[in-house]
């Protein structure tokens, strides 16, 4: 199968397009961007402190990050932290899951043990293995955060429905429905925090990737109700499958997931919230900008607002 390269974009091998509507192939030329994307510190700024951690979130907003995007598990004890991976050994000194410990247990250990930088003589540092760093809950953080500052929470772990209860909880208790807004990977969050009618929460990654898919697969826009909200990476590598009788052959590719076209078809309807992310280079935030972008996801905000600073308004765009 013959694809120009910008439409390898998702592993597929069919798309469900019943309802959509072609693509226009007159998109427009593109005028200077006159607008940044608002600046997420991904993890809190994954790149610059031990990423979901108070220090991160003080260090973020201290290099000028606009938005936090902080990923929420539940304890065993049924309370909201601030952790991503599956096992606690990838960050912190202690192993398993975070789900098999209480509160009391994942604050005795040390969030930023894995921490590492540079020293400066070809190796590595462990800064924060002397230094207590316990893993801060959600309302911790929330009370770190000056009200103005947006905050998305990427929701990890499963089963959803326990979690969603209680980070509706804590919103309750904060009244901070309105400064946060809800991600999750799992669309069964989207099905948990449906009965919170104050829930913000953007689309599920499913739907966000098959729009993505038919616009650039197959030239047709199924274009979102105005008000979404979508995420995903301005640029992902991936693998185009084509199955055949006897076996299947595969194409690897790093491809450009956000598209002027692709733009076009998400705001067909009228105003949607979109969000690049994994935006660490000047060349991504320029192509983010320029594609009207309405946030970017950033690892280091010390190393990506002094080179968007750098830069001047209107930005030429091509």
């Not at 509507?21 to 790149?47: F, K, N, Q």
């Not at 309750?172 to 925090?193: H, K, N």
Request: charged content about 20%; some cysteine.
């Amino acid at each position: 199968m013959r694809c120009q390269t910008n439409l390898l974009l998702l592993c597929v091998t069919t798309l469900a397009l019943g309802g959509c509507v072609g693509v226009s192939e007159d998109i427009s030329r593109p005028t200077p961007a006159r607008h940044w994307p608002t600046l997420m510190a991904h993890r809190g700024g994954t790149g610059d402190a031990p990423e979901n951690t108070l220090p991160a979130i003080a260090t973020a907003l201290s290099n000028g990050a606009e938005a936090l995007w902080l990923t929420v598990q539940l304890s065993r004890d049924g309370v909201p932290v601030l952790y991503r991976p599956a096992d606690l050994s990838a960050l912190t000194n202690g192993q398993g899951k975070v789900a098999d410990h209480t509160l009391a247990e994942l604050q005795q250990l040390n969030a930023g043990w894995q921490f590492k930088q540079a020293d400066g003589a070809g190796g590595f540092s462990y800064p924060w293995r002397e230094r207590s760093l316990p893993i801060p809950t959600l309302i911790d953080a929330l009370n770190a955060i000056p009200p103005a500052i947006p905050v998305v929470l990427d929701m990890k772990a499963l089963p959803a429905a326990p979690q969603a209860a209680a980070v509706a909880h804590v919103l309750d208790g904060a009244r901070a429905w309105q400064r946060v807004t809800l991600y999750s990977t799992e669309a069964a969050y989207q099905q948990a925090f449906a009965p919170y009618r104050q829930a913000q929460l953007y689309e599920s990654r499913d739907a966000t990737r098959l729009r993505l898919a038919q616009v650039d697969l197959a030239a047709q826009c199924n274009a979102p109700v105005v008000g979404t909200r979508a995420a995903f990476e301005i640029s992902r590598k991936v693998d185009l499958v084509e199955t055949f009788t006897l076996g299947e052959g595969r194409s690897s590719v790093n491809a450009r997931l956000w598209t002027p076209a692709a733009v076009q078809c998400f705001r067909q309807q009228g105003k949607v919230y979109l969000t690049a992310i994994a935006v660490n280079n000047v060349d991504d935030l320029k192509a983010a900008t320029c594609l009207g972008m309405d946030a970017v996801l950033v690892d280091s905000p010390a190393t990506l607002r002094p080179l968007r600073d750098s830069l001047k308004l209107p930005l030429a765009c091509r």
